[in-house]
C-alpha cells in the first residue's frame, strides 16, 4: 500500500448516462500496454461523477484508485477534479478529461520533469485527423497538487451548471502568481477519436447562463477586494466512495542519496520551489 515510489498521477472523471462505458474502459485498456517501468511510477485516479450507468470495474494491472461520487450534481467537474486530487498520491498531478489520450513519451516526460512549483503546464494536441499541432485544451494540466490545494482547487460554487469554472481556475492560479507553461511541442496529447457520443458518453445539456455572471462577480470581487476574495472556499460538498485501490506488484531499486537528510539546513534557509 506504500505509494511513496508513484511520481506522477494522471486524474481524470467521467459521468455516463447512454448505454456503454466503452469510452472509459478502452482508455485504460491502452494505458495497461505501456512500458512497465513507467506503469510502476504513475496512479492513475478515476473519479466517477455519480454515473447512472453502473459496470463492473476491469480488472488492470495498473496503480489505480476509482471512486465513485454518491450526490448527483449537474456538472460537477470541478467537485471531482477537486476529489481526484485530494486521493493524488504524488505533487505532480495531469489533470485531464476522459476524451483526451496521452502517449507514453508524453507520460514519460511527464514522470521524469522536476516538481512544478508555482509552475502550471499546458498540453500542446495532435490533430487525430491531420497530425497538425493544435493549441492544448482549456482544462487540461499539469501542476503541483501543493499549490493547487493551497489555492483551494476548483471553485465548486460553479458545480451544477455548465461552464466557467475551468475559466475562473486559471484566472484565480495566474492573479496569485502561478506561471502558465507550456510542456515542449513534441510531448503532446491527442483528442479521442474512438469516443462514441451517442451510445458512450453524456447527454448534459451546455448552457453557460447561469454561470457566466458568477464568473463575472468573482472578478469583481478579486478586483475590489484581493486575493482573498474571488474563490467561495466550496470544496468537496458531496459524498462519495471508494470502489477500487490497487497497486501495481513493484520492486524499486531506489537511488541512494545518503547527502539529502544533512542538507535540511540549506533547505531551511532558501527554501524550494
Known amino acids: 500500500m506504500d505509494k511513496s515510489h508513484i511520481g506522477l498521477t494522471y486524474v481524470t472523471h467521467y459521468y455516463l448516462d447512454q448505454k456503454r462505458p466503452d469510452s472509459v474502459l478502452d482508455l485504460f485498456r491502452r494505458y495497461q500496454g505501456y512500458a512497465p517501468e513507467i506503469l510502476d511510477r504513475i496512479q492513475f485516479v478515476v473519479v466517477d461523477d455519480c454515473s447512472p450507468l453502473r459496470f463492473s470495474l476491469p480488472d488492470l494491472d495498473l496503480n489505480l484508485t476509482w471512486l465513485r461520487i454518491t450526490d448527483d450534481i449537474p456538472w460537477n467537474q470541478g467537485g471531482a477534479r477537486n476529489l481526484g486530487v485530494v486521493y493524488a498520491a504524488s505533487d505532480k498531478v495531469l489533470l485531464t478529461d476522459i476524451d483526451h489520450e496521452f502517449p507514453e513519451p508524453t507520460l514519460t516526460y ?26 492544448g485544451h482549456s482544462n487540461t494540466f499539469l501542476l503541483s497538487r501543493a499549490r493547487f490545494l493551497r489555492l483551494y482547487g476548483y471553485d465548486e460554487e460553479f458545480c451544477g451548471h455548465y461552464g466557467a469554472e475551468d475559466y475562473r481556475f486559471v484566472k484565480f492560479q495566474k492573479y496569485h502568481g ?12 491527442i483528442p479521442r477519436i474512438d469516443v462514441n457520443r451517442e451510445e458512450s458518453y453524456h447527454s448534459l445539456e451546455r448552457d453557460l447562463s447561469h454561470n457566466t455572471p458568477i464568473d463575472f462577480r468573482k472578478e469583481y470581487e478579486m478586483k475590489q477586494y484581493g486575493g482573498d476574495a474571488g474563490h467561495s472556499r466550496l ?4 459524498r462519495w466512495e471508494i470502489l477500487m485501490d490497487r497497486s501495481r506488484t513493484v520492486r524499486m531499486k531506489r537511488k541512494k542519496n545518503p547527502f539529502w537528510q544533512k542538507a535540511w539546513y540549506w533547505r531551511w534557509l532558501v527554501g524550494e520551489r
Open 110 to 135: 511527464m514522470l521524469r520533469m522536476r516538481e512544478c512549483g508555482r509552475d502550471f503546464f499546458k498540453i500542446y494536441r495532435t490533430d487525430p485527423a491531420t497530425g497538425q499541432m493544435r493549441h
Open 235 to 238: 470544496f468537496l460538498r458531496f
Open 178 to 189: 502561478s506561471r502558465q507553461r507550456y510542456l515542449p511541442r513534441k510531448y503532446r496529447c
